[in-house]
């Protein structure tokens, strides 16, 4: 198993910045995918992006495309969301996943680990 621990939520106004990161600790972080799902109030979880073990090829929703940038830090066991250009209709939960295979995933069922979710709050 491993443990997550996201950070770096917040209230920023549309058209402002942040930065996610999430911690992993426990089961070799460069040996699974990851990935960056949200939680909308009142809707489910949704897939945000998605890194393979050894980077590369990332993958985004459609509507984060352009202003979020996902990548990793195996030497440093991180994973990070840089969200650029945020929308009143990127408010949520952001949790961090882990996946136990080198294939990306998009749906929240193909993923073994997940931290506690931060909050992000974009105001208009």
């Known amino acids: 198993q491993v443990q997550l621990v996201e950070s770096g939520g917040g209230l920023v106004q549309a058209g402002g910045s942040l930065r996610l990161s999430c911690a992993a600790s426990g089961r070799t972080f460069s040996s699974d995918t990851m990935g960056w799902f949200r939680q909308p109030p009142g809707k489910e979880r949704q897939f945000v992006a998605a890194?393979?073990?050894?980077?590369?090829?990332?993958y985004y929703t459609d509507s984060v495309k352009g202003r979020f940038t996902i990548s990793r830090d195996n030497a440093k066991n991180t994973l990070y969301l840089q969200m650029s250009s945020l929308e009143p209709e990127d408010t949520a939960v952001y949790y961090c996943?882990?996946?136990?295979?080198?294939?990306?995933?998009?749906?929240?069922?193909?993923?073994?680990?997940w931290g506690q979710g931060t909050q992000v709050t974009v105001s208009s």
């Open positions: 890194i393979p073990p050894l980077s590369g090829r990332t």
């Open positions: 996943a882990a996946r136990r295979s080198h294939l990306v995933g998009t749906t929240p069922d193909l993923y073994d680990d």
